[in-house]
């Protein structure tokens, strides 16, 4: 049962241009939604993160966009740049259920900026 | 100066041996974590632990043991080792909340 779903499992995009990764969730239960960033052989590290009471945090070039009612996050990355070339990790926080307060992660979109 | 560290990298076993794979971290954050990501990339938590609690995901099965000596350690033990336990192993460490840092990872190949 997939709780935190990615349904995009890549993404190209051109330097310069926005890059959009979007993240669909289905426990109303959670209440702090973060992206991490992996590259290749390290582990996820935190990006950006929001707040179930509000619809959207800004962090340089980096916004996170919340919608509750449809259960839906967005990050935009504008503008995106080579070194942007990572696998993006949507990840909610929460009781999912397995019986503790933890972070549940979507299988992730592979973004790839183009130079 | 590594956050959340884990040791080997890499390692390649054979089905049916025991092995460990070591976590420490020096955040002095409460509670540690054990992910599994497997062949789909899809990130699943099997353990989550502070020195109160522990916390087992019940898809994980009881081969699969976190041993915890101190706040700073949670090493995953692993026993009778089948091929469908190879995948990469990420430790975590968090405060309450939504601090969480992942180690490097854990590439477990069973032969």
């Known amino acids: 049962d997939q709780q935190v779903k990615q349904n995009s499992p890549s993404l190209s995009v051109q330097e310069g241009r926005i890059s959009i990764l979007n993240c669909d969730y289905t426990?109303?239960?959670?209440?702090?939604f973060l992206w991490y960033k992996k590259y290749p052989a390290e582990g996820p590290t935190f990006l950006i993160s929001?707040?179930?009471?509000?619809d959207k945090n800004e962090d340089g070039r980096f916004t996170v966009f919340l919608n509750k009612s449809a259960k839906h996050l967005s990050l935009h990355i504008v503008p995106s740049q080579p070194g942007d070339s990572a696998v993006y990790f949507c990840a909610a926080l929460g009781n999912s259920g397995a019986g503790s307060y933890q972070l549940t992660f979507g299988k992730g979109t592979k973004l790839s900026v183009i130079p | 100066d590594t956050a959340v560290s884990q040791t080997p990298k890499y390692l390649v076993t054979q089905m049916g041996n025991d092995k460990s794979i070591k976590c420490e971290q020096n955040l002095g954050h409460d509670t540690m974590y054990w992910y599994k990501q497997d062949s789909k990339k899809f990130l699943k938590i099997m353990f989550s632990y502070n020195n109160k609690e522990l916390i087992i995901n019940e898809t994980v099965p009881n081969r699969f043991s976190p041993k915890s000596p101190d706040k700073a350690h949670l090493n995953l033990h692993i026993n009778s080792l089948e091929l469908g336990d190879s995948a990469v192993y990420f430790c975590a460490s968090s405060q309450p909340y939504y601090g969480y840092t992942f180690g490097s990872g854990t590439r477990l190949t069973v032969v």
């Open positions: 426990n109303s239960m959670f209440d702090y």
């Open positions: 929001i707040s179930s009471i509000k």
